[in-house]
């Protein structure tokens, strides 16, 4: 499944497309010094296939090489990261201690 993640800054959303459909999104607010990862929905239809970590994946990547921090207060996107601890260096600093437990 070929999946293409877009910033569409009207919605404040990162949007994954599968063939030019919304398959599922990261919704976000920006903060200060950062920027807040609030909610990850995925369609019913693309469930169970890796949508939602390729999304939370491709977003992470595309923050860190900007060097942008990220809030995450989405429970997919702690639990992504939590499971993945080479993401903890895109989290805020005031944030890792809590993601970086066993």
Same mark, same amino acid.
């Given at each position: 499944?070929?999946?293409?993640?877009?910033?569409?800054?009207?919605?404040? +959303?990162?949007?994954?497309?599968?063939?030019?459909?919304?398959?599922?999104?990261? &919704?976000?607010?920006?903060?200060?010094?950062?920027?807040?990862?609030?909610h990850?929905?995925? @369609?019913?239809?693309?469930?169970?296939?890796g949508v939602? @970590?390729?999304?939370?994946?491709?977003?992470? =990547?595309?923050f $860190?090489s900007?060097?942008?921090?990220?809030?995450? /207060?989405c429970?997919?996107?702690?639990?992504?990261i +939590? $499971?993945? +601890? &080479?993401?903890? =260096?895109?989290?805020?600093?005031?944030?890792?201690?809590?993601?970086? /437990?066993?």
């Open positions: 499944m070929d999946i293409e993640v877009v910033d569409a800054p009207e919605a404040h +959303r990162f949007e994954a497309r599968v063939d030019g459909a919304v398959a599922g999104f990261v &919704e976000y607010r920006n903060r200060r010094d950062a920027i807040e990862l609030v990850t929905e995925v @369609s019913p239809a693309f469930e169970g296939h939602g @970590s390729a999304l939370v994946r491709r977003v992470l =990547d595309d $860190r900007r060097g942008v921090a990220t809030i995450p /207060t429970p997919f996107v702690t639990e992504f +939590r $499971r993945h +601890r &080479e993401y903890l =260096d895109v989290v805020v600093p005031r944030g890792r201690a809590k993601l970086d /437990t066993d």
